[in-house]
């Protein structure tokens, strides 16, 4: 099946990646991602590390369909937490 593919104002061929998912082991949850992200796809929860009992803050991907697969996200994450996908149509 082909690939969503849109076209950029000057006229280029772009394929949008959509967030998939993010590593909860590498996130240290200094929300650059949630700044970046202008579609409310991102938010902040507090998971229990197990070794130390402490709460941490991470991010999550709690509206996925409000994504539009522009990746800056990805690009603003310093650990490089993201998994990102193309569509099929």
Not at 16 to 30: L, M, N, Q, R
Not at 46 to 67: F, G, K, R
Request: charged letters at 20%; a negative charge; hydrophobic letters at 35%.
């Amino acid at each position: 099946m082909p690939l969503l593919t849109g076209i950029t104002r000057g006229g280029a061929s772009w394929t949008p990646t959509f967030a998939e998912a993010i590593d909860a082991e590498k996130c240290i949850g200094c929300g650059r991602c949630y700044k970046a992200c202008s579609r409310k796809v991102l938010l902040p929860i507090e998971i229990e590390d197990e070794e130390t009992y402490t709460m941490n803050m991470v991010m999550s991907i709690a509206e996925p369909d409000n994504c539009i697969g522009c990746a800056g996200c990805g690009v603003a994450c310093p650990k490089k937490c993201f998994s990102f996908a193309t569509m099929e149509v």
